[in-house]
């Protein structure tokens, strides 16, 4: 009986890290006494490899990086060959770092990178003004995976929800009421600045990325830090799925090809049918004891609330119920132990948000 041949590299594995102010010192970030110790350092640094040696993702899109050259030398030690950046924090008095940049590491070749420029147009169509810019800018990498061959890799770090407005907390002309309303008001006029900056920056760069879709055919995977429930209307058009106002026939037919969709999402969907399939071929009895539902893990806790912030998105290449896809998402985990079980020793210097990987498997 011949033996089936065996198909190399049939699974490819997608993460994306929020590094939590990755800074060599002696640098600070931020403020001036912001400095990690020597022995601080290589701890974040052992932890940062020790999780990578674990999950071996083949791609991995960073965001919060200061000391690009530190990053891009312990991948290379990783085995990542393929490093990129599209901006530089900035850097004050030589040694106090704000605005850190967002990056990538695969294990496969990156063919193209470049920096997302917005439509500008469109933008100041939208109400914005001409000064526009994304708060961090977006990267996209080109990345020549196995089965797949050229595929873009978007890596974002939208606009936090800090408010865009600040204001002394403290103002001693102001009776004690009068500063309370001060700061009241900049609370609601500056968290609406910010929602009007995140959602506008993922909508201009959907649109762009709906433009490159249709230009180069090449399947698409966006992820990052979205400081942004998915399912929120601020951020909710990124898995568009459905047109007012078009054909019925043509939407169907053409539509798909240009949408994102959530990983978990597609993950969910196959472990259900993959269920469904195995409770089928059960006894009637066994059906009672369905395995429970999925729930889909927290990637950032605040006091004692906690919101998934980070998310990988997909094209239909990836989507087991889109007939001409090359891969299906087999696997979905939110690293986590650091944020919910944490040892001081090990995870005080590690990073204030779960590491989202999925584990993608070629279709048969």
């Not at 009776?175 to 900056?197: D, F, M, R």
């Amino acid at each position: 009986m011949p033996t089936e041949p065996v198909i190399n590299n049939s699974e490819l594995k997608i993460a994306t890290f929020n590094l939590f102010n990755y800074l060599e010192p002696p640098n600070a970030y931020y403020e001036f006494e912001r400095i990690y110790t020597a022995e601080q350092w290589v701890r974040k640094q052992r932890w940062i490899t020790e999780y990578i040696k674990e999950q071996q993702p083949d791609v991995i899109g960073f965001q919060e990086i200061f000391s690009i050259e530190s990053l891009k030398e312990l991948m290379l030690n990783q085995g990542y060959e393929h490093f990129a950046v599209v901006d530089k924090p900035h850097v004050i008095d030589d040694f106090i770092f704000k605005h850190p940049v967002v990056g990538i590491a695969s294990k496969y070749p990156i063919v193209d990178v470049i920096a997302v420029e917005h439509d500008k147009e469109l933008a100041c169509s939208l109400g914005l003004t001409e000064a526009f810019l994304f708060s961090r800018k977006v990267l996209r990498a080109t990345i020549t995976l196995p089965h797949l061959g050229n595929t873009d890799c978007y890596v974002v770090h939208f606009k936090s929800k800090r408010g865009l407005i600040e204001t002394d907390e403290h103002t001693k002309a102001l009776t004690p009421e009068q500063n309370i309303i001060e700061i009241l008001k900049a609370n609601v006029a500056g968290g609406w600045g910010s929602t009007i900056q995140r959602g506008s920056e993922a909508t201009l760069l959907m649109v762009q990325m709906i433009t490159r879709r249709e230009a180069t055919q090449y399947p698409m995977v966006l992820m990052g830090d979205f400081n942004n429930d998915l399912a929120d209307g601020v951020l909710s058009h990124l898995l568009t799925n459905t047109l007012r106002f078009a054909p019925a026939l043509d939407a169907k037919a053409y539509l798909a090809k240009y949408c994102l969709y959530d990983s978990w999402a597609l993950f969910e969907k196959l472990a259900i049918t993959e269920d469904d399939a195995e409770l089928a071929h059960t006894s009637s009895d066994s059906n009672i004891n369905k395995l429970a539902p999925l729930t889909r893990k927290p990637t950032h806790y605040f006091g004692t609330s906690s919101s998934v912030l980070d998310y990988i998105l997909l094209s239909c290449e990836f989507d087991s119920s889109y007939d001409d896809s090359f891969f299906e998402v087999s696997e979905h985990t939110t690293y986590d132990r650091h944020l919910i079980n944490p040892e001081y020793e090990r995870d005080d210097l590690t990073t204030d948000h779960g590491v989202v990987c999925i584990t993608l498997s070629l279709r048969t």
